[in-house]
């Protein structure tokens, strides 16, 4: 085959193929020009891969640009709304609230009243009647139940017709009644309205038979049961005195009643209040244990003695309570 020489078109020079074949070369002008080399199908294959890759990667940030940008739209056209809206709100609140009539002091109509007993105290609100305009005025406490005494609460004040020099005021709870913390703190009347609901509660003195008679029924002590706070049980203990006809002889057992939650009540003619009144005890021989059967003399609802009672109710301390006699 014959040797064809390229000439360079710039100047008609003779041209150098390289011996990689990559590129042909004038020995004079040095101008280039590169060859292009005959791709495999293999070649071919990752190219058109790589061209598709760089196409849908280009897509891809095409629409993820777009979706940033619309997102970016959308919440600046967001806010600017909400902007308005509470642009809008305010302005229309503050007209409102300039155009209600002012009324400098809305708590000289009411008066607050705490009832009950301490740690179980209530809030009431009432009208005092020293102003027209507590029809129009609407009242509400922070706190309304289980209140004790030195607490602080919060009563709010809110009208469509007035506006206030300040909405909320603040109260110390006082005047709550409190539990009995120490037994000398009962007053003679006091003890003797206990004896006589006590005597009422007891005047079934159990299933004592024909054969025994009751002589008397003394009250001899009060117990509290305390822990100085909140728990106040007071009993009322007596003791009674029963003669056998089997054997002529005497018995003396004791008999006691309970009042739970005992309070007393400062400026109220009923002195006390409590919360059950109770027959203490248990099933015990009138007579004397394991001498006589119970068809002789029979049995009533007590205890044996003084210290089975303070046995009785004290066994379940945990060491929180007190018991104080008188």
């Known amino acids: 085959m014959k040797k064809i020489d390229l000439k360079c078109p710039s100047c008609g ?40 890759y760089a ?27 909400l902007g308005g809206i509470i642009a809008l709100s305010t302005i229309s609140v503050t007209i409102s609230y300039y155009t209600k009539e002012y009324l400098p002091d809305p708590f000289r109509c009411i008066d607050i009243k705490f009832i009950g007993t301490s740690g179980k105290g209530e809030a009431k609100i009432i009208s005092n009647g020293k102003c027209e305009e507590s029809k129009d005025i609407d009242f509400s406490t922070t706190t309304v139940k289980n209140l004790k005494e030195g607490d602080e609460i919060y009563v709010d004040a809110s009208s ?10 603040k109260y110390i709870v006082k005047g ?41 029924l003394t009250p001899y002590k009060l117990y509290l049961y305390t822990d100085g706070e909140n728990k106040s049980i007071l009993y009322d203990v007596y003791k009674i005195k029963i003669k056998s006809n089997y054997d002529g002889k005497t018995y003396e057992k004791i008999k006691a009643t309970s009042f739970e939650d005992f309070v007393i009540l ?25 001498v006589y059967g119970f068809g002789y003399i029979g049995t009533i609802i007590g205890y044996k003695s003084i210290d089975e009672f303070k046995g009785d109710i004290n066994k379940n301390n945990d060491g929180r309570f007190k018991i104080q006699e008188r």
Request: glycine share 4%.
């Open 55 to 81: 196409r849908e990667k280009g897509i891809r940030k095409a629409k993820d640009e777009a979706l940033k940008t619309e997102r970016k739209n959308n919440r600046k056209v967001f806010f600017l709304t």
């Open 13 to 52: 020079g003779i041209m150098k193929v390289s011996e990689d074949k990559t590129e042909i070369t004038c020995q004079y002008c040095q101008h280039k020009f590169l060859i292009e080399k005959e791709k495999t199908i293999e070649e071919l294959k990752e190219q058109e891969e790589a061209i598709s």
């Open 266 to 290: 400062d400026e109220n003619d009923e002195l006390f209040r409590y919360s059950r009144l109770s027959r203490e005890g248990n099933v015990i021989h009138a007579g004397e244990d394991g």
């Open 160 to 169: 469509s017709k007035y506006r206030f020099e300040t909405d909320r005021k």
């Open 176 to 216: 709550l009644s409190n539990y009995l913390t120490d037994i000398n703190n009962l007053t003679e009347e006091m003890i003797a309205k206990i004896h006589k609901l006590s005597s009422e509660e007891l005047k079934e003195t159990g299933s004592v038979t024909k054969s025994a008679k009751i002589l008397s």
